[in-house]
T-cell receptor, first 115, second 111 residues
Framework: DTGVSQDPRHKITKRGQNVTFRCDPI?????LYWYRQTLGQGPEFLTY????????KSRLLSDRFSAERPKGSFSTLEIQRTEQGDSAMYLC?????????????FGPGTRLTVL | AQSVTQLGSHVSVSEGALVLLRCNYS??????LFWYVQYPNQGLQLLLK??????LVKGINGFEAEFKKSETSFHLTKPSAHMSDAAEYFC?????????FGKGTRLHILP
């Protein structure tokens, strides 16, 4: 069990550029979640997948954000035309199949800085 | 909708003293509750979870939490603080397929 991994760990970009983050969940975890965490706040839910299906999106997920999980394994989160307000830690988590308690296992996060 | 409120954004305790981090929840259904810890520049690690099996839940690193329905509380405690406990702690409640987090409490350990 290698845990949830995220790449890159840090990303610095200029306003207006596009960025893409990757998350690899724990093997055989069928649910995958994306959260955003800003300084001094708890993680805020963005979206989640069950296998390859995106089941829910938060209103925080503007049309500049898109997430995919094409084969039900890894997932990508893309932010287009980045803004300074997008600067945050982006966390990925996964949940085992059949979990009744929705216990989520988190990756180390990708810290995005938009200049 | 489910929510949690953490009382105190910063808590300081002396090394060896009791740690008490407060969390109150709001839930329309019997809740599943969690405490997570986050060290600087890292993801979240589950400390413990309440799943209605027992009201006193023991977690990792000597932490425990007690579910009190009458007080809608799920406070986190540790009898004796260690320097390595300095971190941010998040209380969370399950909301369907999601988890809703509190704003966190930063725990400072004084030598």
């Amino acid at each position: 069990d290698t845990g949830v991994s995220q790449d890159p760990r840090h990303k610095i970009t200029k306003r207006g550029q596009n960025v893409t983050f990757r998350c690899d969940p724990i093997s055989e975890h069928n649910r995958l979640y994306w959260y955003r965490q800003t300084l001094g706040q708890g993680p805020e839910f963005l979206t989640y997948f069950q296998n390859e299906a995106q089941l829910e999106k938060s209103r925080l997920l503007s049309d500049r954000f898109s997430a995919e999980r094409p084969k039900g394994s890894f997932s990508t989160l893309e932010i287009q035309r980045t803004e300074q307000g997008d600067s945050a830690m982006y966390l990925c988590a996964s949940t085992p199949s059949g979990s009744s308690y929705n216990e989520q296992f988190f990756g180390p996060g990708t810290r995005l800085t938009v200049l | 909708a489910q929510s949690v409120t953490q009382l105190g954004s910063h808590v300081s305790v002396s090394e060896g003293a009791l740690v008490l981090l407060r969390c109150n929840y709001s839930s329309s259904v019997p809740p599943y509750l969690f405490w997570y810890v986050q060290y600087p520049n890292q993801g979240l690690q589950l400390l413990l979870k309440y799943t209605s099996a027992a009201t006193l839940v023991k977690g990792i690193n000597g932490f425990e939490a007690e579910f009190k329905k009458s007080e809608t509380s799920f406070h986190l405690t540790k009898p004796s603080a260690h320097m390595s406990d300095a971190a941010e702690y998040f209380c969370a409640v399950s909301d369907g397929d999601k988890i809703i987090f509190g704003k966190g409490t930063r725990l400072h350990i004084l030598p």
